[in-house]
């Protein structure tokens, strides 16, 4: 019996080894080509997302282009199997400066689009998007209270946005949106960089993929493994919601 045992042995590594080295080889295609988390360092998309919000992102949803691979090979230029993103998804992008980082706001102009602040409006080709009073959001970390409004895009997405003070970019020039760009923005309107500032036009080639699911949410932004902290900054109202 022991010898048996002894014989076998070095085949059950083997096996093993095969078993977790195919593991990863599945993790990192998933990750690759479907699906990539992501987590949410500051609050402006409050209050759709909140600092401390874990992600899926399915990278899918766009196409892919050189930004989809980890380190981003210069494989190719432009995308393959390409969609457009929409009106009002919410997506992942490489910071055009600086594509080494990541950044998620929501599509707001098209190729083509003019956009422009007026008064802390939104106006999409010189119409306003409806804009009505949505009550007070708390913020569960700082305890701040500020307006909330809800938008109205004209595909008809709606979304909550914040509206905390007095801010440069409540009024801007008209942005003519360049083909193959897109115009994106923080749902937290005064307390976002985005195409209004630094960001500018986002390049399609730069998407990486669209938020779908909150799968964890945590209070603090502590990292989901501090199970120490656990249910006391759980958001467990938040877990599994769809964008």
């Given at each position: 019996?022991?010898?048996?045992?002894?014989?076998?042995?070095?085949?059950?590594?083997?096996?093993?080894?095969?078993?977790?080295?195919?593991?990863?080889?599945?993790?990192?295609?998933?990750?690759?080509?479907?699906?990539?988390?992501?987590?949410?360092?500051?609050?402006?998309?409050?209050?759709?997302?909140?600092?401390?919000?874990?992600?899926?992102?399915?990278?899918?949803?766009?196409?892919?282009?050189?930004?989809?691979?980890?380190?981003?090979?210069?494989?190719?230029?432009?995308?393959?199997?390409?969609?457009?993103?929409?009106?009002?998804?919410?997506?992942?992008?490489?910071?055009?400066?600086?594509?080494?980082?990541?950044?998620?706001?929501?599509?707001?102009?098209?190729?083509?689009?003019?956009?422009?602040?007026?008064?802390?409006?939104?106006?999409?080709?010189?119409?306003?998007?409806?804009?009505?009073r949505a009550g007070l959001f708390t913020?569960?970390?700082?305890?701040?209270?500020?307006?909330?409004?809800?938008?109205?895009?004209?595909?008809?997405?709606?979304?909550?946005?914040?509206?905390?003070?007095?801010?440069?970019?409540?009024?801007?020039?008209?942005?003519?949106?360049?083909?193959?760009?897109?115009?994106?923005?923080?749902?937290?309107?005064?307390?976002?960089?985005?195409?209004?500032?630094?960001?500018?036009?986002?390049?399609?080639?730069?998407?990486?993929?669209?938020?779908?699911?909150?799968?964890?949410s945590i209070r603090n932004g502590k990292?989901?493994?501090?199970?120490?902290?656990?249910?006391?900054?759980?958001?467990?109202?938040?877990?599994?919601?769809?964008?």
């Amino acid at each position: 019996m022991s010898e048996e045992k002894i014989e076998n042995k070095p085949g059950a590594i083997g096996e093993t080894i095969s078993v977790v080295v195919q593991a990863l080889l599945l993790a990192v295609i998933l990750r690759t080509l479907l699906f990539q988390p992501f987590s949410i360092p500051s609050g402006s998309m409050k209050d759709t997302l909140l600092v401390g919000d874990y992600l899926f992102v399915s990278k899918f949803s766009y196409g892919y282009s050189k930004h989809s691979l980890p380190f981003a090979p210069d494989l190719f230029s432009g995308r393959i199997w390409s969609d457009e993103p929409e009106r009002g998804d919410i997506a992942v992008f490489k910071f055009p400066p600086n594509p080494n980082i990541d950044y998620i706001k929501r599509v707001i102009g098209l190729p083509g689009d003019r956009i422009q602040m007026i008064d802390s409006v939104l106006y999409i080709n010189g119409t306003a998007v409806k804009r009505e009073r949505a009550g007070l959001f708390t913020d569960d970390e700082t305890g701040q209270i500020v307006q909330s409004y809800k938008e109205t895009l004209p595909n008809g997405i709606t979304y909550s946005t914040l509206d905390v003070n007095l801010s440069s970019t409540d009024n801007t020039r008209v942005f003519e949106v360049p083909e193959g760009h897109y115009f994106m923005m923080g749902d937290n309107r005064d307390n976002s960089s985005d195409s209004r500032l630094s960001v500018g036009f986002v390049p399609l080639e730069n998407f990486v993929g669209k938020a779908n699911v909150i799968f964890f949410s945590i209070r603090n932004g502590k990292h989901p493994l501090a199970v120490w902290e656990w249910p006391s900054n759980l958001r467990i109202d938040r877990l599994f919601t769809g964008l």
